[in-house]
């Protein structure tokens, strides 16, 4: 089956710093990946959409200039959480559409980020 | 995004057939009704998916009635490993997936 994977899949960071979060689709091409956030025990919540070769789209309320997205290829998308501090902590999960089939959508085993 | 309303909790014990209903009242007609599982930790695990009638997999049954306005996940003799978040979405060919609060299966011995 599709699998999606992520990298690394936990990183401490200290409050100031930056730190960037793979995706990538293993085994089939993805035209569009989408990230989350998901805090504890509370539920996804879609942060942006990445689209190979454009610039991503970003939900209300995230700030495109600190979660910084790149969609270079069909397999690999980027989040670079800039100048992280604490209360970006939070469990980070990426999504990735087949392109070969069209409402299939696989996610990631997430990243786990703590920012101290 | 159509909305979608589910019950925040179920319990149930082993070797029962715990059945999830969800509603989603503004479902568009392009509109594909998906659930999906997810542990502690991990990252959504799809389930099922379906348009209408009756949709069952390896895992699940999906029944959605003529109207679209609901749909129930059917999961058939569940196991303490069943125990585990599961989520309704429904979406259309842009498949910008909104997340509900999603319904929390807790299963007992």
């Known amino acids: 089956g599709a699998v999606v994977s992520q990298h690394p899949s936990w990183v401490i960071c200290k409050s100031g710093t930056s730190v960037k979060i793979e995706c990538r689709s293993l085994d089939f091409q993805a035209t569009t990946m989408f990230w989350y956030r998901q805090f504890p025990k509370q539920s996804l919540m879609l942060m942006a959409t990445s689209n190979e070769g454009s610039k991503a789209t970003y939900e209300q309320g995230v700030e495109k200039d600190k979660f910084l997205i790149n969609h270079a290829s069909l397999t690999l998308s980027t989040l670079t959480v800039t100048s992280a501090h604490p209360e970006d902590s939070s469990f980070y999960i990426c999504s990735a559409r087949d392109r070969a089939i069209s409402y299939e959508q696989y996610f990631g085993p997430g990243t786990r980020l703590t920012v101290t | 995004l159509a909305k979608t309303t589910q019950p925040i909790s179920m319990d149930s014990y082993e070797g029962q057939e715990v059945n999830i209903t969800c509603s989603h009242n503004?479902?568009?007609?392009?509109?594909?009704i998906t659930w999906y599982q997810q542990f502690p930790s991990q990252g959504p695990r799809f389930i099922i998916q379906?348009?209408?009638t009756k949709v069952t997999n390896e895992v699940a049954s999906l029944f959605i009635p003529a109207d679209r306005k609901s749909s129930t996940l059917s999961l058939p003799r569940v196991s303490l490993s069943d125990t585990a978040v599961y989520y309704c979405?429904?979406?259309?060919?842009?498949?910008?997936?909104?997340f509900g609060a999603g319904t929390t299966v807790t299963v007992r011995a």
């Open positions: 379906g348009y209408k």
């Open positions: 503004n479902i568009a007609t392009n509109d594909y």
């Open positions: 979405l429904v979406g259309g060919n842009d498949y910008k997936l909104s």
